[in-house]
């Protein structure tokens, strides 16, 4: 079965600074992963989606991920935290399409002024 | 055009009675998934619709939930007998038919539910 695990329930980082929210996947199969941001009371929004055309994706608000097949991994990084980037974040995996997302725990990114 | 809405966004009912959530997907979009998340944990999903198909019910906890879609439009999701473990926040998403693995679901805001 497909999933994948987010380390750390909370990050923390002071503004301007570099933001690296991780995910690890674990698939038998080529993983179709997505990175989710959910605003207090709100829904998710799709940052961003690996699409395996380039190993570096990029997505809305300036994140970015990279696939690394080696490392198993899809961390989410942006090189410069704003105060409006403290949000949940979800790393997901799907097995096809029209399937359910099977999604991380999720981590909670506070911003310091 | 108008995204996927939910209602009702908060709902407090007392354990033992039933409770129905709604969801109105985006126009057009085929699929339609129910997911529960509950406080410090990650989204588990619940059900999941595609067009005239049979759906999938292999997410839901147990047999209190159930869920119905009349053809492509409206579910509801519908919890009998209300348990404590049942709070949380249910949220509903709805995605186009065909589009692949890179298709995006498309999220409400979500049913704040509270059992007291």
């Known amino acids: 079965a497909q999933s994948v695990t987010q380390l750390g329930s909370h990050v923390s980082v002071s503004e301007g600074a570099l933001v690296l929210l991780r995910c690890n996947y674990s698939?038998?199969?080529?993983?179709?992963l997505f990175w989710y941001v959910q605003y207090p009371n709100q829904g998710l929004q799709l940052l961003l989606k690996?699409?395996?055309?380039?190993?570096l994706v990029k997505g809305i608000n300036g994140f970015e991920a990279e696939f690394k097949k080696s490392e198993t991994s899809f961390h989410l990084t942006k090189p410069s935290a704003h105060m409006s980037d403290a949000a949940e974040y979800f790393c997901?995996?799907?097995?096809?399409?029209?399937?359910?997302?099977?999604f991380g725990k999720g981590t909670r990114l506070s911003v310091i002024a | 055009g108008a995204g996927v809405s939910q209602s009702p966004s908060n709902k407090v009912t007392e354990k033992g009675k039933d409770v129905e959530l709604r969801c109105d997907p985006i126009?057009?979009?085929?699929?339609l998934y129910w997911y529960r998340q509950r406080l410090g944990q990650g989204l588990e999903f619940l059900i999941y619709?595609?067009?005239?198909?049979?759906?999938?019910k292999s997410g839901l906890p147990s047999d209190r939930f159930s869920a119905e879609r009349t053809g492509e439009s409206v579910s509801t999701l519908t919890i009998q007998r209300t348990q404590q473990e049942d709070s949380a926040v249910y949220l509903c998403?709805?995605?186009?038919?065909?589009?692949?693995?890179?298709?995006?679901?498309?999220f409400g805001p979500g049913t704040r539910l509270t059992v007291l």
């Open positions: 997901a995996v799907r097995r096809a399409g029209n399937t359910p997302l099977v």
């Open positions: 698939s038998s199969v080529p993983p179709y």
């Open positions: 690996y699409t395996s055309a380039a190993t």
């Open positions: 126009s057009g979009h085929t699929a």
């Open positions: 619709f595609q067009g005239n198909s049979a759906p999938d």
């Open positions: 998403a709805s995605e186009t038919q065909g589009g692949g693995y890179y298709n995006e679901q498309f």
